[in-house]
Nanobody, 122 residues
C-alpha cells in the first residue's frame, strides 16, 4: 500500500514562496502520475497541478499557471510543488495524490496524502 506524506507548508506573506514536498513509500512514484490539489474551508477540492508518469508532462489549474511548478526528482520518490508569488487566495490545505492517469479530476487519483496547510497573509 502506497503512503504519501506532504511537507513544506506554513505561513508566508503575499508575494513570497514555498516549496511543498510529497514523499512516497511502499511503491516508486514512477508507476504513477501525480497531482497536487488544494482545499480551502467551505470549498471543494481544487486541481492545482499534475505530472504525467510516462514523460513528465505537466498541466496546471488556471489560477496557478505561471506561478506554480510541479516536478519530481530523478529517483522518482518525491514530487515537489514550487509556489511563487503567493496570494492570500492560495491559502488552503494542499494534498498530493497518485493515480494511473494525469488528470485534473479528484476521482482519477486513488492514493492521497494527509495534506499540509499553506497560509498566505496579506
Amino acid at each position: 500500500q502506497m503512503q504519501l506524506v506532504e511537507s513544506g507548508g506554513g505561513l508566508v506573506q503575499a508575494g513570497g514562496s514555498l516549496r511543498l514536498s510529497c514523499a512516497a513509500s511502499g511503491r516508486a512514484l514512477s508507476f504513477y502520475s501525480m497531482g497536487w490539489f488544494r482545499q480551502a474551508p467551505g470549498k471543494e477540492r481544487e486541481f492545482v497541478a499534475a505530472i504525467r508518469r510516462s514523460d513528465g508532462g505537466t498541466n496546471y489549474g488556471d489560477s496557478v499557471k505561471g506561478r506554480f511548478t510541479i516536478s519530481r526528482d530523478n529517483t522518482k520518490t518525491t514530487v515537489y510543488l514550487q509556489m511563487n508569488n503567493l496570494k492570500p487566495e492560495d491559502t488552503a490545505v494542499y494534498y498530493c495524490a497518485a493515480g494511473n492517469l494525469q488528470s485534473d479530476h479528484v476521482g482519477a487519483y486513488g492514493n492521497w496524502g494527509q495534506g499540509t496547510q499553506v497560509t498566505v497573509s496579506s
